[in-house]
């Protein structure tokens, strides 16, 4: 498993476009930024709800991390893979259902081409042949154009267009929920932090190259989902999160420890305190 990808020069943009190649490569492609304001599972069976930092009271539902979505019924029963399940209030785990269904799909194009991203790809197939999920396939498609906002891109090219708050707010959930994991700490919901998202083919900003290779890894199946993260007190307490989809699609996440007292940290409105599971 690689969690550094070959690619061309990246830069940001403002908006929620990615350039797509006919041809599964991505040559001068815009990075993405966005930046805030039953089977066998490991279960986390915590005192609060790492959702909304509240006493954990029924109903509680299992919430995957990350989302089970990731793992169609293909890789599931070839590979029974023990995944891990955060115990959470009913209400805040259904109230991310319909966006984790977006995320998932709307980054799959990309994985195109991995064992587990081609086998997600069969599986929307199939549930679209018998009558589920159409719509959100049908809004995916939609997110594809061949004359973004008037510009005519080369015959090879297609524009790929995300909303970008949901895809945002479930990258966060993620982090957060393996923040938790790792640190049995809520990280609040609304932590200011940062989304990158690196496709195939892109090089990895110099802060991921340089920062990240010599810290383990932490998927349990990396050819599904793995996972790096840096803290360096020296640089305001900065948390540096890398996660890898279907080996194929990099998210990268920036932010200060939830009780950061650096001076812009300080600066903000006041934020949820954390709490300890």
Request: hydrophobic share 35%; net charge neutral; glycine share 6%.
């Amino acid at each position: 498993m690689r969690l550094v990808p070959s690619s061309t020069d990246s830069y940001p943009v403002a908006g929620f476009w990615f350039i797509w190649s006919d041809k599964l490569r991505f040559p001068e492609y815009p990075t993405l930024y966005i930046t805030l304001g039953v089977f066998g599972h490991m279960r986390d069976n915590p005192a609060v709800c790492y959702l909304c930092g509240k006493p954990l009271t029924a109903p509680t539902s299992n919430d995957h991390v990350p989302p089970k979505q990731l793992y169609t019924a293909e890789i599931r029963k070839a590979h029974s893979p023990n995944l891990l399940t955060i115990s959470v209030h009913k209400d805040c785990n259904l109230a991310y259902q319909y966006d984790e269904d977006y995320f998932v799909n709307t980054l799959a194009p990309f994985a195109v081409g991995s064992y587990a991203g081609n086998s997600f790809i069969r599986d929307v197939w199939s549930k679209y042949a018998d009558g589920q999920k159409q719509g959100l396939v049908g809004k995916v498609l939609q997110e594809f154009e061949h004359q973004p906002s008037g510009i005519a891109l080369p015959d090879h090219l297609v524009a790929k267009r995300f909303d970008g708050k949901r895809l945002h707010g479930v990258a966060w959930k993620i982090i957060r929920g393996l923040y938790f994991h790792q640190y049995k700490q809520v990280l609040p919901e609304d932590t200011p932090n940062s989304l990158q998202i690196i496709p195939p083919d892109q090089v990895p900003p110099k802060e991921f190259l340089i920062g990240l290779p010599d810290h383990p890894i932490h998927g349990q199946y990396p050819g599904v989902f793995d996972y790096k993260f840096a803290k360096f007190p020296g640089a305001q307490n900065l948390n540096y999160w890398a996660m890898l989809l279907w080996d194929k699609v990099i998210l990268i996440s920036a932010f200060h420890d939830p009780a950061c007292s650096c001076e812009h940290c300080a600066s903000l409105p006041s934020r949820s305190p954390a709490t300890k599971a």
